[in-house]
Structures are given as structure tokens and as C-alpha cells.
């Protein structure tokens, strides 16, 4: 008899394998033991990662794919997970020792109604200082609140959908989690910065998304239309947003016209100044 794990960690993985002693090392520092790590190999091609993770921890499991993407990868991993709860981990993130735990007790806490729990976020690297997470389904529409870090139950992946697998630059986990949102999962936040995100002016969200953010954004209005005409935003800012929104109504109608009057190009360098600001006034506040 196989005896299944409480939860399965899935770490899409693409030429990443420099990052790998320092995941491994983070997992194992977990004060909850019950879980698997499922690596998924999305078609890479760098030597030095290819040979990592064929000598990797016999207890870990590689799939292997050819790239396809982050969605695809994360899609891959959890399709074959063990576990009803699931966690996405990027190559080169860490986690506070307590995640895990954490984050299972506040989701058992919360009752089967819950689709996930999730943490505040310590940044290092480029940034320093701690991003609050939060979940509302008014403010989803605007800014990624959650992240993709989380813990929750596969069953909510699957009806959300999954990751869109053709969202291939960036913002594939903000459209994922508004549609988990508006699946009627809500979300358990845990208010600890207990998930460690290594911010990189190079990386993708304040290299290569951050230059294409007026077209994805833009994607993502097209693909959810209905959530996004004025009428249904404003029936939905008086339901979950008037009394529990952290947006000014103010900067997102300025945030809406901005997308609609300026080009993508001046919208992408707003965006990425914006940004870049946020990363040096919390460096400056350390």
C-alpha cells in the first residue's frame, strides 16, 4: 500500500539547477514532514542543470517535458501530484521553516470551504522589506494581491482551470489566482512573511513582464471582459470592495484610463519605474 502525502510541493524547473541545493536545503528545514517535492524539467538545456537533477534525492521526482513554459510546468507537476493540497515553488525561492505548517493549519482552520492559504512575502535580492498579501476580489482585478505562492487543494486548481498555458509572458499566476477567486474559493492569509522571494532587476517580473505589462494586462481584461465592464465592477466594488478594499477607487479608475489612453510602450516604462521605486524605498526603509 502507498501511503499518499499530506502535500506535494511542485518546482517547475528550467536551467535552474543552481538554485537547486538551496531549494532542497529550504524544504528540508520544513518543521512539517509530510509532503513530496515533484520537480518538473521544462525542456532544459543547460548541462550543468540536466546532471543535478539526475542525481537529486532519490525521494524527489522529476518529470520530464519539453519546454513548454511556467504554466505548463506547473500544470505537469500537479497533474501527477499525490497530495489533495498543493504548493507551487519557483527554483530559486525559500521558505521560512514554519510555511508548510503555517499554512495547513490556517486552510484546516478554515474549513473545507477554503480553496487556499497563503503568506506575506519577505523580499532579498534586488528588494528588501516585506509585501503584504491579501485576498479580495475586487482589488484581484487590478494588482496581484496573493502571488503564486500558496498552498491549496487541488481540487480548487482543477476547477479554476489550471494555469493558462498560453500565458506566456508573465502574469500567468495573477490570472490564475483571479480565476480561482472568482470560482468562489476564497482565500486564508497567513500574516507572516514566511516565503521568501529573491527580486531580480533582471528577472521576470521587473525585466521581461514589467516591459510587456500594458499588452498581458491587457489579455487578461480581454479574457474577462464581463468582470471588467464598468456596470460589473461597480456591482462588485459595492459587494467586496467598498468596506474591504486596499486600492484607492481613485488610482484604479487612473489605472483603467492610463491603459486606455497612453501607449502600451509609455504604459511598460510607468509600470517598470513604478516598480523600481517600490523595490528602492523599501531597500531605503531597512
Known amino acids: 500500500m502507498t501511503i499518499m502525502p499530506t502535500i506535494s510541493v511542485v518546482v517547475p524547473c528550467y536551467n535552474g539547477g543552481k538554485f537547486l541545493d538551496q531549494l532542497t536545503a529550504t524544504l528540508a528545514r520544513q518543521t512539517f514532514r509530510d509532503f513530496e517535492v515533484v520537480i518538473v524539467n521544462d525542456g532544459s538545456t543547460d548541462l550543468a542543470t540536466l546532471e543535478k537533477l539526475s542525481t537529486l534525492d532519490p525521494t524527489i521526482r522529476v518529470v520530464h517535458q519539453e519546454n513548454r513554459g511556467l504554466s505548463a510546468a506547473r500544470n505537469a507537476g500537479i497533474s501527477v501530484a499525490r497530495a489533495d493540497l498543493v504548493m507551487a515553488l519557483d527554483c530559486d525561492d525559500q521558505l ?7 499554512t495547513l493549519a490556517a486552510l484546516q482552520a478554515a474549513g473545507p470551504e477554503a480553496g487556499f492559504a497563503f503568506t ?16 479580495n476580489a475586487f482589488d484581484i482585478l487590478f494588482k496581484n494581491i496573493i502571488g503564486y505562492s500558496m498552498l491549496m487543494h487541488k481540487a480548487a486548481w482543477l476547477k479554476a482551470g489550471g494555469y493558462d498555458e498560453s500565458m506566456l509572458d ?9 480565476r480561482l477567486v472568482h470560482s468562489g474559493y476564497p482565500g486564508v492569509a497567513v500574516p507572516k512573511p514566511l516565503f521568501l522571494y529573491t527580486a531580480s532587476t533582471q528577472g521576470m517580473l521587473l525585466g521581461h513582464t514589467s516591459h510587456r505589462h500594458a499588452a498581458v494586462w491587457r489579455r487578461i481584461r480581454q479574457k474577462h471582459r464581463d468582470l471588467y465592464r ?3 465592477l461597480l456591482q462588485l466594488y459595492g459587494r467586496t470592495g467598498f468596506r474591504r478594499s486596499r486600492l484607492s477607487l481613485v488610482r484604479l479608475i487612473a ?16 509600470m517598470t519605474f513604478v516598480r523600481r521605486s517600490r523595490m528602492s524605498i523599501a531597500q531605503n526603509a531597512q
Do not use: C, M
Open 230 to 232: 464598468v456596470s460589473s
Open 255 to 270: 489605472q483603467l484610463a492610463l491603459a486606455k489612453l497612453v501607449s502600451d510602450a509609455w504604459h511598460n516604462r510607468i
Open 96 to 102: 521560512e521553516p514554519s510555511y508548510l505548517a503555517d
Open 170 to 178: 508573465g502574469y500567468e499566476d495573477w490570472e490564475f489566482n483571479l
Open 120 to 135: 506575506n512575502v519577505r523580499l532579498t535580492g534586488a528588494g528588501h522589506g516585506v509585501q503584504e498579501r491579501y485576498s
